[in-house]
């Protein structure tokens, strides 16, 4: 497949048919939730229906196997040695377990910039407010026009009290690429211990974990990499592997095998759906099918081209120059302010048929009334319109996600 354009939406319309999108949905948002292929949706149903029919042969004999094969299949996959990655649920559970292992005392600081994900920042506040440690912010400048300013803007914030700091390889609420190799050269140099938040990096960015010389990474394989919900991974560099323990801790590996290394512990945490860890060989093997640079060239065409429409609609220009090197499959734009004159209708917010509306009142009249979901996300005192661009997505799509905002900020939203 990868000799396909990535501009030929009728040539992409075979790949698209691995998906199964709800008919009365168009699914702009795969970078919040990204649903797996019918390949990986087979595979998971495949060890569910293992471990449901014959639990013991499953659970006891096939499943620390299996589960090892699919650890180091992943770990391949991003450039990473098995022993220093293991499974866990999301990006968020591996954030957790690094933020409950690293040692902080009181006094010490951990630097996170202000597009770092929500959940991530709650996690690195609590675990500061533990030891009495500090989280400081580092302010990007925007726009953002080149790698040196990014990183100095983010040591800036650094003193002799810095341990840790915490970037995302890919920003959620801007969807940024931040230049992570140089960031983490920098923190290398001046001896401080670097985590990746890397959910939005597997599959729609390159990544060799093992060379990037970082010190922990986080990602969750359900974004881009389309695999099953409840499968992420986090990597751990060698030196600290003795500092991670389990949340939840079990037996770690079917007894009477005996605990060897830190990634152990992970392998069994009681009865549980290990269905989504084991289907993402699956979920790699689609992929790469496809081709991961045809993948890369295709979203990002997309991405591209809805993010040129949606500028010439409303004339203000993205945070990141027109360039591979700062976004990838995610257009992100800036929207005017709603009006303030009180003739913007507001829409419902507990009618039974809109289900849970979401918090913003644009994203939400864009799924009520042109059945679209797609995120509308305030940064910095201003909003912007983030859209996911993969494999079952088309221009003609875009265009109705234009023409519908068009319409909607013409009404006053």
Same mark, same amino acid.
């Given at each position: 497949m990868t000799s396909l354009g990535p501009d030929d939406d009728s040539a992409w319309a075979s790949v698209a048919e691995h998906w199964q999108i709800r008919p009365d949905? =168009?699914?702009?948002?795969?970078?919040?939730?990204? #649903? #797996?292929? %019918?390949?990986?949706?087979?595979?998971? @149903?495949?060890? !569910?229906?293992?471990?449901? $029919? +014959?639990?013991?042969?499953?659970?006891?004999r096939q499943l620390e196997p299996a589960w090892i094969a699919a650890r180091d299949r992943l770990a391949s996959f991003v450039g990473a040695s098995g022993s220093n990655l293991i499974f866990v649920e999301n990006a968020t559970v591996g954030m957790n377990i690094v933020a409950d292992s690293f040692p902080l005392s009181a006094g010490d600081e951990v630097i996170l910039t202000d597009h770092e994900y929500g959940a991530v920042q709650r996690i690195w506040g609590r675990a500061c407010g533990k030891a009495g440690a500090t989280v400081r912010t580092a302010v990007l400048p925007l726009?953002?026009?080149? %790698?040196?300013? =990014?990183?100095?803007?983010?040591?800036?914030? %650094?003193? +002799? @009290?810095? @341990?840790?700091?915490?970037?995302?390889? !890919? =920003?959620?609420?801007?969807?940024? !690429?931040?230049?992570? +190799?140089?960031?983490?050269?920098?923190?290398?140099?001046?001896? !401080?211990?670097?985590a990746i938040d890397a959910p939005h990096a597997l599959a729609q960015a390159h990544l060799a974990i093992d060379s990037l010389g970082c010190d922990f990474a986080a990602a969750s394989c359900h974004k881009w990499l389309s695999a099953p919900f409840g499968s992420g991974f986090l990597y751990v560099a060698t030196r600290h592997q003795p500092l991670v323990r389990p949340p939840v801790l079990s037996w770690g590996r079917i007894p009477p095998t005996r605990i060897e290394s830190w990634s152990d512990e992970f392998v069994w945490a009681g009865t549980r759906d290990n269905s989504a860890y084991l289907a993402v060989?699956?979920?790699?093997?689609?992929?790469?099918?496809?081709?991961?640079?045809?993948? @890369?060239? $295709? =979203?990002?065409?997309?991405?591209?081209?809805? $993010?040129?429409?949606?500028?010439?609609?409303?004339?203000?220009?993205?945070?990141? #120059?027109?360039?591979?090197?700062?976004?990838?499959?995610m257009a992100h734009v800036p929207l005017p302010p709603p009006a303030q004159d009180g003739t913007r209708s507001v829409p419902a917010t507990s009618r039974a048929d809109d289900g849970c509306p979401v918090s913003n009142p644009l994203q939400h009249t864009i799924w009520r009334e042109l059945a679209i979901e797609v995120p509308i996300i305030e940064f910095r005192g201003t909003r912007y319109i983030r859209v996911s661009c993969h494999l079952y997505n088309n221009t003609e799509q875009i265009d109705r996600l234009v023409s519908g905002l068009r319409e909607l900020l013409a009404k006053g939203h």
């Open positions: 949905t =168009t699914y702009l948002n795969h970078g919040s939730f990204g #649903p #797996p292929p %019918a390949a990986v949706r087979q595979a998971r @149903r495949r060890w !569910i229906e293992a471990f449901e $029919r +014959q639990p013991m042969d499953a659970f006891i726009p953002l026009r080149s %790698a040196e300013e =990014t990183v100095a803007a983010i040591f800036a914030e %650094a003193t +002799q @009290r810095t @341990r840790l700091v915490v970037v995302s390889h !890919i =920003t959620s609420p801007t969807a940024v !690429i931040l230049p992570v +190799q140089r960031i983490c050269d920098e923190a290398r140099r001046r001896g !401080i211990a670097i060989p699956a979920a790699i093997e689609f992929l790469e099918g496809v081709g991961l640079d045809a993948f @890369r060239a $295709r =979203t990002h065409w997309l991405a591209r081209y809805a $993010r040129r429409k949606l500028v010439e609609m409303t004339g203000l220009e993205p945070i990141v #120059p027109d360039d591979a090197a700062w976004y990838g499959s």
